[in-house]
């Protein structure tokens, strides 16, 4: 009875005041940017990734480990549409992408920090920042201040050549490139490896600042664990080529994910 009274009072209201928009069907910021439906790769013969599934959520890092070989960057790459999938379901915000070429992908939002950085040596820094633009439209083709934010060094170096940076400024390169595209989506490929130290803490602190401002889902391949583990909200555990730990990284025991990672 008391429901009954509640709806009436409620389609009264609705009747008097224009109706509030209506609740989504899904809650926004709980919806992932990223779905992978059980996917498959090959090279060739060569079956590589088996079965893979995983979602990142805006205002989340999702972490993604494995030994070396195991199929990570095949995986970065069935997600950036570089190389196809032999089955399985691909979603960016809802919308079936797996079919979709790479350049679309990311007008739809994808960026991505290759493995190796694959900066262009010749281009000055701001050069390689400006090949972010492409997918962008005419009114929104300036790098963004939170790329000088967040890699001060980059600002201090804009006329130098791509490949006379250091590796760990030419890191901060490939990431300041991404974010010029403003991704909903950014798949960092492990951004530490061969960088020394003080620059991976300003890589970590920058994937911390990008999860704070809620709406950019991350996804980081990383093989140094103890960073990974440190920014993870979720973990992916890779073993030749399909998912063997995955779960929130509050609910995941470390040292077990630690030894199925271990080299
Ligand atoms: N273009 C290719 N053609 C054939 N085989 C490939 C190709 N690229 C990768 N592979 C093989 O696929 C497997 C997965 O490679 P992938 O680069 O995805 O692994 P990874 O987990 O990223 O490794 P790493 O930790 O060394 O970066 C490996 O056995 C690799 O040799
Ligand atoms: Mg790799």
């Keep these: ?41 090959h090279y060739g013969a060569a079956h590589i990734l088996r079965g ?14 494995g030994r070396n070989g195991v199929g990570k960057t095949s995986l970065m790459r069935a997600i950036t549409g570089q190389h196809p999938v032999s089955g399985g379901t691909i979603r960016l915000q809802g919308a079936d992408i797996t079919r979709a070429r790479p350049f679309a992908r990311a007008r739809a939002g994808i960026g991505y920090v290759p493995q190796g950085r694959e900066i262009f040596p010749l281009l000055s820094v701001r050069e390689n920042l400006e090949t972010g633009f492409a997918p962008l439209p005419r009114g929104q083709r300036h790098v963004p201040a939170e790329v000088f934010e967040l890699f001060p060094v980059l600002s201090d170096m804009l006329r130098r050549r791509g490949g006379d940076l250091s590796g760990g400024q030419q890191q901060q390169l490939a990431i300041g490139r991404a974010l010029t595209m403003r991704p909903k989506l950014l798949l960092l490929d492990e951004p530490t490896e061969g960088i020394q130290p003080s620059i991976i803490k300003d890589i970590g602190r920058a994937i911390e600042t990008l999860r704070a401002r809620g709406d950019m889902a991350i996804v980081l391949v990383e093989q140094y664990f103890d960073f990974a583990w440190a920014l993870a909200d979720r973990v992916v555990v890779l073993e030749r080529g399909a998912v063997a730990i995955s779960g929130a990284r509050s609910g995941l025991d470390r040292s077990t994910v630690s030894r199925a990672v271990a080299v």
């Excluded at 008391?2 to 009436?8: F, G, Q, R």
């Excluded at 995983?54 to 480990?65: D, H, K, N, Q």
């Design 1 to 41: 009875m008391a429901a009954d009274l509640i709806a009436a009072a409620a389609s009264a209201r609705a009747a008097s005041h224009p109706a509030p928009l209506p609740a989504p069907a899904t809650d926004e910021a709980a919806r992932p940017t990223l779905s992978v439906e059980g996917i498959d790769l």
């Design 52 to 65: 893979v599934s995983l979602e990142a959520r805006p205002g989340e890092v999702t972490c993604i480990l």
